[in-house]
């Protein structure tokens, strides 16, 4: 016996439902295990935050050797220059050779300590308008984080067609 025309093209379209449905699960299943090999892969957005952190990082250390060594240096240019700069304005001789002179040496540590507080001041400008920007930059609607993070910006997909 055949079966009625109309059962053989209701198993045939159900058949092409389930290979349908075969297929998309397959390339879901290739989906997720190419995902689960590329997690490690930085990503665009982790080396913008790793570029991010990185520059931030030498900041910090260039601010840092700066306040160091600005003071240090500018007192060892002083302590060198004082006893002339003493002799010529107030006439003072030095001690003899050998001696350590004292007039030098408050006067490189005096203008340490002044060349410090400089920094300190260029220090706390600096960090002000670098918080302003962020302030101003943190305003703007693209860059509005949601409450989980996420940037306007950095959700945007893009979708590329290979027609």
């Keep these: 016996q055949k079966s009625p025309p109309n059962k053989r093209s209701n198993k045939q379209s159900n058949d092409l439902k389930f290979q349908k449905r075969l297929e998309r699960l397959r390339l879901q299943d290739e989906e997720r295990s190419y995902s689960n090999l590329t997690t490690n892969l930085k990503t665009a957005a982790s080396l913008k935050d790793d570029n991010i952190t990185v520059k931030s990082m030498t900041y910090a250390a260039s601010v840092g050797l700066n306040m160091i060594v600005a003071p240090i240096s500018f007192g060892v240019f002083m302590y060198f220059f004082a006893g002339s700069i003493f002799n010529r304005l107030f006439g003072m001789e030095g001690p003899a ?30 960090s002000h308008e670098l918080d302003a920007s962020v302030r101003k930059k943190s305003k703007r609607k693209e860059n509005r984080a949601n409450p989980f993070g996420y940037t306007q910006k950095s959700m945007e997909r893009v979708y590329v067609r290979d027609d």
């Design 97 to 126: 050779s050998g001696d350590i002179d004292i007039k030098r040496v408050i006067a490189g540590v005096v203008s340490g300590v002044f060349m410090l507080f400089v920094e300190m001041i260029l220090f706390v400008i600096r």
